[in-house]
């Protein structure tokens, strides 16, 4: 099946810096590859996903890219700020498969 | 719309003991799915369901059980409860397969003591 591996387990930084999240995974068939938000004591939600047809995806202050040679795709956060604080989830899913395999998380700590 | 909504919230349930963890959407979703998320971990699948009547194993099925007579419910049955199980679960639907967004419940946190 399949095998996704985020880094890094914890992030930490500076409000206004950028954050950056990488996550590779093992299916070449993979085709779909959502980002989900957790806050804490909450559940995950959608942030912004991108299809293996499109290389970048941005929605304001956030960006996906995705390498499908490497086999591997990140999260861009750039301005971050206090709210943006949470766990990060990236997953992987392909077509005419049902289900999603998540990464590990990442902590995300934003200091004001 | 209430989206995906599961009960209870919080369970603390003994060794041995059983329970059934509820899961109701009512987005019409053929695709529903209950992970488990350990403490500083990511979600793994337990069970998940294609449509009334047809569900399937996922990552970590063992000490579980699921049925999907509805559309819209897909409960979760743990027998014998082992501290192993501690856990907070989340189910989820989605409406297609694996390539939409899954929405998911607000979670149980259950602990086995």
């Known amino acids: 099946g399949e095998n996704v591996e985020q880094h890094p387990s914890t992030l930490s930084v500076q409000e206004g810096d950028s954050a950056v999240i990488k996550c590779t995974y093992s299916?070449?068939?993979?085709?779909?590859f959502p980002w989900y938000k957790q806050e804490l004591g909450k559940r995950p939600q959608l942030i912004i996903d991108i299809r293996s047809n499109v290389g970048e995806k941005k929605d304001q202050r956030i960006a996906v890219t995705l390498n499908k040679t490497a086999k591997h795709f990140s999260l861009h956060i750039t301005e971050t700020q206090p709210e943006d604080s949470a766990v990060y989830f990236c997953a992987a899913s392909r077509n005419n498969f049902n289900k999603f395999y998540f990464g590990s998380g990442t902590k995300l700590n934003v200091k004001p | 719309n209430a989206g995906v909504t599961q009960t209870p919230k919080f369970r603390i349930l003994k060794i041995g003991q059983s329970m059934t963890l509820q899961c109701a959407q009512d987005?019409?979703?053929?695709?529903m799915y209950w992970y488990r998320q350990d403490p500083g971990m990511g979600l793994k699948l337990i069970y998940y369901?294609?449509?009334?009547?047809?569900?399937d194993k996922g990552e970590v099925p063992n000490g579980y059980n699921v049925s999907r007579s509805t559309t819209e419910d897909f409960p979760l049955r743990l027998e014998l409860a082992a501290p192993s199980q501690t856990s907070v679960y989340f189910c989820?639907?989605?409406?297609?397969?694996?390539?939409?967004?899954?929405?998911f419940g607000q979670g149980t946190r259950l602990t086995v003591v």
């Open positions: 987005m019409n979703h053929n695709y």
């Open positions: 989820a639907s989605s409406q297609d397969r694996g390539v939409t967004e899954a929405f």
């Open positions: 299916d070449s068939a993979s085709n779909y």
């Open positions: 369901s294609v449509g009334a009547g047809i569900t």
